[in-house]
């Protein structure tokens, strides 16, 4: 670069003269040589910068200049009218195309935030942007571009580019039953809790069932779930049995389900509180204070499934470990042996071991195991445990070693 003639010194004037569109063509040539960003980047954004000028500046050293590029040239795409777009194709839209493919996110996020409100945007382009690795390129797209199809998402959804795909397809408006169910049947957790909290996607009635009988490992799910619009009475009935009291008291509360429903709800509450562990005040017990209070449940008769699952709906892992560990008649070292080394099968005999069921080992795995789904130790057949006894006093006796 040799630099602006002295007469146009001064980044300040430089910029002044960039950015106007009354700049003779020879100025905005001597200007392109400043070694400044900024002056650069105003060429960048003139309207009148001829189309010579426009691709060197598409290879600019400086990512700033060339997002400052792509954002003007992306509002120009749709806008052209038909001779315009002919006359344009072979130098516009192949720099466009060109900054569309650009190594640094910041450049091709510009484009993205440019066009995914855009009803007309070049479908190529945008399908481009809706496939990019870099989730803050694809999202504005994904969540938000009229562009794109029903076939469209269920594509990105089967062949997603990045981990956050799906949950950015859960979040857009108005999303559409079909690709509602892919989600739900597809996808993971967090992308499924983004389509529960989304409360324009249609979600067929069957579907939410099926995730309502998956919704006791998954409690983030609880609070979309307790205020999903349209609940049905058999729905919001299997809510009640897994869900949190204060999130068992919004539901109760709705007034969009019927006197019988909600006396059903009202009822289950004031039973829950009746059997409801004290909470303790100053928020997360010790591990000492949880202990003691295992302890007293137990001595109480009180120390059941019912009041481990209410302790794990409220999400109390330390009481839960403490009340596992009474109940299983282990040192809590041992519980948290097994909770450290994500052990399916040490947590599934855990529960065996204090007269659980493999519905509540089911919870525990996910709830304070924080195993995915994928590595949970699933019900035998039968619902029972899926380990012998002989392999389930292994797994106890081995925690005992490793955890005292």
């Known amino acids: 670069m040799t630099g602006p003639p002295p007469d146009l010194a001064g980044e300040a004037a430089q910029v002044r003269l960039g950015a106007s569109p009354g700049t003779p063509a020879e100025q ?13 980047a105003a060429i960048a954004l003139n309207p009148a910068t001829p189309e010579h000028m426009v691709e060197r500046l598409a290879h600019d050293t400086d990512e700033r200049v060339r997002a400052v590029l792509a954002r003007r040239l992306a509002k120009l795409a749709p806008g ?19 900054l569309v493919a650009d190594e640094a996110e910041r450049v091709r996020a510009a484009i993205a935030d440019v066009v995914k409100d855009m009803p007309d945007a070049p479908r190529g382009l945008v399908l481009r942007l809706a496939h990019d690795a870099a989730i803050a390129v694809s999202e504005p797209i994904i969540q938000f571009s009229p562009v794109l199809t029903k076939a469209d998402l269920l594509e990105l959804l089967a062949a997603p580019a990045s981990e956050l795909t799906a949950r950015a397809v859960a979040r857009r408006p108005d999303l559409g039953a079909a690709v509602a169910d892919a989600i739900a049947f597809g996808a993971d957790a967090a992308a499924i809790q983004a389509l529960l909290e989304n409360q324009s996607a249609q979600i067929r009635e069957a579907t939410l069932d099926t995730l309502i009988s998956r919704a006791a490992q998954h409690v983030a799910w609880h609070p979309p779930l307790v205020r999903r619009a349209a609940l049905t009475p058999r729905s ?15 539901l109760a509360e709705r007034g969009d389900l019927d006197a019988g429903t909600r006396g059903v709800l009202r009822a289950r509450l004031a039973a829950r509180r009746e059997n ?8 997360e017990l010790t591990t000492r204070q949880a202990l003691r209070l295992a302890h007293r449940l137990a001595a109480q008769r ?69 195993l995915s789904p994928a590595a949970l130790l699933a019900p035998a057949a039968d619902s029972g445990f899926p380990l012998s006894v002989e392999e389930m006093r292994w797994q106890l006796e081995f925690l005992r070693r490793t955890g005292s």
């Open 276 to 283: 409801q562990p004290p909470v303790e005040p100053g928020g």
């Open 236 to 250: 919001a009935r299997a809510l009640a049995g897994i869900v949190a009291a204060h999130l068992l008291e919004t």
């Open 28 to 40: 905005l040539e001597a200007l392109a040589g400043s070694a400044s960003a900024v002056v650069r």
């Open 80 to 98: 052209l009218s038909e001779p315009e777009q002919i006359r344009l194709q072979g130098r516009v839209f192949d720099t466009l195309a060109r």
């Open 302 to 370: 009180r120390l059941d499934e019912a009041a481990l699952a209410e302790v794990l709906r409220a999400g109390r892992p330390r009481l839960a470990k403490a009340m596992l560990a009474v109940a299983a008649t282990v040192p809590i070292s041992v519980v948290e042996r097994a909770v450290a080394l994500r052990s399916a099968k040490g947590l599934v005999s855990l529960a065996w071991s204090a007269g659980f069921s493999m519905r509540c080992a089911s919870v525990l795995q996910a709830v304070i195991g924080n």
